[in-house]
């Protein structure tokens, strides 16, 4: 079905090859896992099975790829997108149109399928996968999930022999997790050909038919399915991947926590007129670790604006050591790493990124988190010259250095590999010893490795958890 | 199947973007201040009666606070600031019917309809996938802001001088990725297949449009014949 033939591939003319002479017979109705490090080369080998790569994104190119016995580096992207469909990452980016209905039938009606046809296909997706709830919906009313629920639909709608997804869970929570797996599974028994890249691999362990791993552009390894799930813990860390499956869950113990130097009394919030939650209380100590969890779209980014002095509780109050801080004061106290670190960075250099803290640092503690970061050798560098994954330590290192008493983190860990989650876990903790932490998260597994108690927010309400090793 | 209903009356496409240009090129050869106020008002009704109530409100309220400081504040000011001030206010004015009515268009039209009412009138795909991109990045662009407005407090960035230094490099950083991704998805769903593209929904022109056309021809008749 898909033939990669000798087949590397480097972006622009940094030279560094990104992936190194691929060779790979993936059979039809194969559910194939691409895994390895964060940049391993995962995304661009899912890029060159749906033609982005070389038609969209330039580089040198050599080798073939053949799917469907057609040469994709002579198959224009439109004549691929009938056989093969694509999920990608980001939930925000991949939609064309502002309602979920026009994205239904967009790939149909670029296909030229008569109206009628049309609209009895959008039936007929709807029933199949069970998304009647999603049907005329504003696309920006969606939550995380929902949107890669609906990205997949829209693919299904032109029934394509092949699905490319590259890394469909980074955003969502697991009830999504839950219904792509559902989805992912019906896709397999109608014979399907299914290409992953993920990091979260537990949810489809039981789907795998063949595990690649590829370390730096070439593939190291060619696992079966039950190779794969055999492999034993420690070679599992050893390569860097995340768990198998969710068994570092800790006890929850539903604790009143009412004494600590940071309390919160009586807490209202909303959102454009939605109750998130009302009358919350509870307390917490330098040290706590405090995972803040609720499905998507339950109102945990209200929380932590409100938490930080982005916006105005709707009631109640927050007092640090004795002293009540109202809205706009707590910037002095709280500092929030957002999800899109892009929107954080605001200097032409790395090393300028510091002189926009509320204080001046010493430089001698900037060269130290830097090298601690692996960012010193790009200190005079600008930020859009950055890995995605330099750019997130880069806004780490400004936050530790922000040297708050409050320490915030809203998804920290999306995209990064085992060996880079325990990274920032370290310097989270390391961090929390003197100070409060707050990690907005659907990672259950960074939950388990790191936090000391869980907050969720579901039903207008705030319950919150002291978390114990089993 | 696609189609944004809201208020009582749905136009074509293709009628909006008319208008648009009809009633631009009107406002802005025309100088007879009492038949802008009624081509305003109009649109204001226009606006209503398809259910985007929100911008209405906002453009009759500027469109007044316009109207007033031109007619009952600036005779009373010195010269000085008389002359700058009356260039201000005049250009805000003669903008607004083309961002009423620009609203409409966005608020009203799925963009793929859009882009079909383009192809209708055989514009080139070179021309319309590239605009239909643009009138896509706007709702995101709006979403970038907040965040980075978000980090901007958090970092102690003050004053509105200072908010425009910083909000270069973020936005920048943000709008290449964001542009990046949105072109791949939708080149990954065959959007330049050459093959004549199908519309599930009929697009059709009804009384409505065809009155509204006939209004935007007259328009342009009065614009380039009579004025």
Known sequence: ?470 | MGTMKKGILVLDPRTKILLLLGINIYVFTNSYVWAEIIVMAALIILLLLCGVYKAALKSAVTYIALLAIKYFLLPFCPEIILTSLNIVVITFRKLLPCVTLATLLVQTTPIRLLMHALQRWHLPQTVIIPLAITVRYFPTLREEQQAISDAMKLRNVHGVFQKLEYIYVPLMLSASTTADELSQAITARGIDNPRPKTCAVSMRFHIQDYVLCFVAIVLLIIAFVLL
């Open chain 1, 1 to 470: 079905m898909i033939t990669f033939e000798n087949l590397s591939f480097s972006y622009g003319n940094t030279g560094e090859e990104q992936l190194n002479s691929l060779d790979l017979q993936i059979k039809k109705g194969e559910f194939v896992l691409l895994c390895g490090r964060s940049a391993c080369g995962k995304t661009t080998a899912t890029k060159c099975i749906n033609g982005l790569i070389p038609h969209f994104t330039e580089g040198k190119y050599s080798g073939s790829v053949v799917v469907k016995g057609k040469e994709i580096a002579k198959t224009p992207v439109y004549e691929i997108s009938e056989d093969v469909g694509s999920v990608f990452q980001n939930p925000k980016t991949q939609f064309f149109n502002l309602d979920s209905d026009s994205e239904l039938v967009f790939g149909m009606e670029n296909l030229g399928i008569e109206p009628n046809k049309i609209n009895a296909r959008v039936q007929e997706v709807a029933h199949d996968l069970m998304i009647e709830n999603l049907l005329g919906r504003s696309v920006f009313g969606l939550s995380g999930g929902e949107k890669q629920i609906l990205a997949l639909a829209s693919i299904y709608a032109v029934n394509p022999d092949i699905y490319v997804l590259d890394e469909p869970t980074a955003n969502i929570d697991k009830d999504g997790i839950d219904r792509l797996h559902e989805i992912l599974l019906k896709l397999k028994q109608m014979g399907k050909t299914i290409v992953i890249s993920e990091h979260r691999l537990y949810f489809l362990m039981d789907l795998v038919d063949k595990a690649v791993y590829i370390e730096h552009g070439a593939i190291q390894k060619v696992y079966t399915g039950d190779e794969f799930r055999a492999l034993a813990d420690s070679e599992r860390i050893r390569l860097g991947l995340r768990c198998f499956k969710l068994d570092n869950e800790k006890d929850e113990v539903p604790t009143k926590c009412n004494s600590g130097i940071l309390e919160i009394d009586n807490l209202s919030v909303s959102y454009k007129n939605r109750t998130i939650f009302s009358n919350a209380s509870f307390a917490a100590a330098r040290g706590d670790i405090i995972a803040v969890t609720g499905r998507n779209g339950s109102g945990k980014s209200a929380f932590l604006r409100v938490l930080c002095g982005l916006m105005k509780e709707k009631a109640g109050r927050i007092v640090f050591d004795g002293k009540p801080y109202p809205y706009k004061k707590r910037r002095e106290l709280c500092y929030m790493t957002m999800q899109d670190v892009v929107h954080q960075l605001f200097s032409d250099s790395v090393w300028e990124e510091f002189s926009l803290l509320n204080k001046t640092v010493d430089e001698q503690e900037i060269t130290k988190i830097l090298r601690r970061l692996d960012l010193l050798d790009y200190k005079d560098k600008h930020p859009m010259t950055l890995s995605g994954g330099q750019k997130q330590r880069l806004a780490l290192a400004v936050a530790t250095l922000a040297n708050k008493d409050i320490m915030i983190f809203d998804e920290p860990t999306s995209g990064l590999d085992y060996g880079n989650m325990i990274k920032v876990c370290e310097l989270i903790k390391e961090l929390s010893s003197n100070r409060i932490v707050f990690v907005a998260t659907h990672d259950r597994e960074l939950m388990g490795l790191l936090c000391t108690r869980r907050m969720e927010i579901s039903n207008e309400s705030i319950s919150v958890y002291d978390l114990t090793t089993k």
